[in-house]
């Protein structure tokens, strides 16, 4: 699968998100706390960092590896491997400096060139990494993702075991939050080849390297377990001995839970909102995601026609969408790019709301149905049947019997089945581009728009649904090539593919994300980052 390129320089965007302020760690804080007791919707894909794509998978490699820095209080970077590092005035040179001692859980030494190993592993064709695309600024990258240059000409070396070197293709700066990423992550290559393509599959074919340690998942069981990692080098920090992890894709089951005190953390449903919004660990954890429908138009010819996919988009009423079928997690949608994610650096002005082309993505049934029956002339079809890929945990399933009925309703001649799957398997089905329509949700890897509208550019490895506009294309072409260090002139590209987007429903948005939940009050510390992995767990501690 040919992936994109990402060579802009994020300039244009600054930051507005930031970390969940949950509670936080006492200074009287117990040199040890209780277990805490978690809970994730889904099932763990993998403990591969190559192979992570999703927010489960995030959060236990969070846990467990060692990243160059990583987003801490606040939403700032702080230094995990990484004593310090220097960027060259050219902006194309990082030098790391790691810190000295550093341990896997098997006492081997952590060195620079764990991080060169796994760079090349994840930038290697051969691994199949869908996150590869986030080391395109990365000299050589590319070239080697295309197969004209062998990882090994990476743009990353190791001068010493506590020294690392980046060479970057141009600026970059949004180089240091991608470095979060669990694809950037180090690898122990005598391990990793020993369990050759079992690695990541198990707790017993993975190594750690940070706060916790992964114990008790086998591959296909729902529980597992972050112990504390005494060999990792900032242990003293880790008030927590265990974080007990179970999958609970009925929300039902995980309220109840809560209620029994076996929980200290659990999503909510639209009725458990409702009866819980009074309750002192009611939280709503803003993030920067999207909840789009994508339509694939390789399956579904049909999908081509620009009339037909906006009238599928006008048809969906997202206010309704929103306060009554996901209560509380939900903010109606009006553009692709989640607010609350960037500024305009000309004005300070949300990029989203600058953005927005008024009218284009909202609620109208009479264009809808209008432009849906001249979209069928045009295709020479009297109706269309198209089925709807889901993941099987509540929220989903509510969410795609809705569409279904909407769909239905205001679109005279459309008819929607309903597919419902694990999370692990819709991942690989929208990954082969096995699907009609799909219930699709993107959080940002890092504050900035190119997160998202790169998603869709016609090469994208993450455009299932293969829609392409050259003028799209085109603009992002612009953003990352001749505009990447011009900030106005690249904060103006991106804006010009937002509306593109928007105007030619390339994607249906449907709600920008948040989780309403529980979280036990006596548990603190837990930081809940709007983009990445969805919590760092290093400070976690349950009194």
Same mark, same amino acid.
């Given at each position: 699968?040919k ?5 802009a320089?994020a300039a244009?965007?600054?930051a507005m998100?930031?970390?969940?302020a ?12 209780k277990?805490?007791n978690?809970?994730e919707?889904a ?8 192979k992570?794509?999703?927010t489960?998978?995030?959060d236990?490699?969070?846990?467990t ?6 987003f801490g209080?606040g939403?700032?970077l ?7 590092y220097e960027k060259?005035?050219?902006g ?5 400096h790691?810190r ?7 006492g081997?030494?952590?060195t620079?060139?764990?991080?060169v190993y796994g ?10 990494s ?5 080391m ?5 990258a590319?070239?080697?993702e295309?197969g004209?240059?062998q990882p090994?000409?990476l ?5 010493d ?7 970057l293709?141009?600026p970059?700066?949004?180089f240091?939050?991608?470095?979060t ?5 180090p690898?122990n ?5 020993k369990?050759g393509?079992?690695?990541g599959?198990?707790a017993?074919?993975y ?5 916790y ?7 296909s069981?729902n529980?597992?377990?972050?112990v ?12 927590t001995?265990?974080?007990?992890v179970q999958t ?6 995980g309220y ?12 909510? =449903?639209? *009725?458990?909102? +409702? !009866?819980? %919004?009074n309750? @002192?660990g009611y939280?709503?954890i803003k993030?920067g995601?999207?909840q789009?429908?994508q339509?694939n138009?390789?399956k579904?010819p049909?999908?081509?026609n620009t009339k037909?996919r906006?009238?599928i ?13 996901v209560t ?6 009006t553009t692709?790019?989640p607010?609350g994610?960037?500024k305009?650096?000309n004005n300070?002005?949300?990029?989203a709301t600058d953005?927005e082309v008024?009218?284009a993505? =909202?609620? *109208?049934k009479k +264009? !809808?149905a %209008?432009?849906? @029956? ?6 020479g079809?009297s109706?269309l049947?198209?089925q ?9 399933k509510?969410?795609a019997?809705f569409l ?8 005279k001649?459309m008819?929607?089945s309903?597919?419902?799957v694990?999370k692990k398997?819709r991942l690989?089905l929208?990954?082969?581009g096995?699907f ?5 949700g993107?959080?940002a ?13 016609s090469?994208?490895s993450?455009?299932y649904? @293969?829609?392409?506009?050259a003028d799209y ?8 090539g001749?505009?990447?260090n011009?900030?106005k002139a690249?904060?103006?590209d991106f804006?010009k ?6 105007k030619?429903a390339?994607?249906?948005?449907l709600y920008?994300r948040s989780?309403?939940s529980?979280?036990?009050p006596?548990v603190?510390g837990?930081?809940a ?5 969805p919590?760092?767990?290093k400070y976690?501690?349950?009194h």
């Open positions: 699968m992936k994109f390129g990402k060579v320089a244009a965007s600054v998100v930031g970390s969940v949950l509670p936080a760690v006492s200074a009287s804080a117990a040199s040890t706390g277990t805490i978690w809970s919707v099932a763990l894909p993998t403990m591969d960092p190559a992570s794509t999703d489960v998978s995030a236990a490699l969070g846990a590896s060692l990243p160059l820095l990583q209080k939403n700032k702080e230094n995990e491997a990484a004593k310090s060259s005035d050219d194309l040179t990082y030098t790391f790691l000295s001692g550093l341990k896997w859980e098997n081997d030494a952590l620079a060139k764990d991080f760079w090349q592993r994840s930038i290697d064709p051969k691994t199949a869908e996150y590869a695309y986030l395109d600024s990365v000299k050589n590319k070239a080697i295309d004209q240059k090994s000409e743009g990353i070396k190791a001068i075991d506590h020294t690392l070197q980046v060479t293709e141009s970059a700066s949004y240091l939050q991608e470095i990423m669990p694809v950037f992550f690898e290559q005598k391990f990793v080849e369990q393509s079992k690695y599959t198990s017993a074919t190594l750690s390297a940070g706060p340690k992964f114990k008790g998942w086998t591959g069981n529980k597992y377990s972050f504390k990692n005494d060999k990792y080098f900032d242990a003293d920090k880790v008030k001995k265990k974080i007990a609970i894709k009925d929300q039902n089951t109840n839970l809560y209620q029994g005190k076996k929980l200290d953390f659990t999503p909510l =449903s639209p *009725d458990q909102v +409702k !009866a819980s %919004k309750k @002192k939280k709503v993030t995601a999207t789009a429908l339509m138009e390789e579904v049909e999908f081509k037909i906006q009238a988009s006008y048809a969906i009423n997202r206010d309704t969408l929103s306060s009554k079928i509380g997690s939900a903010i109606p949608a692709y790019t607010k994610l960037v305009n650096p300070n002005k949300d990029f953005a008024k009218g993505v =909202s609620f *109208d +264009k !809808a %209008k432009l849906f @029956k001249a979209g069928l002339k045009e295709v079809k109706k049947s198209v709807l890929l889901t993941d099987d945990d509540d929220t989903s509510r969410v019997q279904q009925e909407q769909l239905e309703q205001n679109l001649g008819d929607v309903i597919k419902t694990p398997q690989k929208s990954t082969d096995d009609q329509m799909l219930n699709f993107w959080l890897d890092y504050p900035d728009a190119s997160s998202f509208l790169d998603l869709y550019k090469d994208a993450y455009n649904g @293969k829609w392409n506009n294309d085109a603009a992002l072409e612009s953003a990352e001749k505009n990447a011009n900030t690249q904060y103006a804006k593919a937002e509306q593109i987007l928007e030619e390339g994607v249906a948005p920008y989780t309403a529980l979280l036990n006596k603190k837990v930081i980052n709007p983009t990445g992995a919590f760092n767990f976690a501690v349950k």
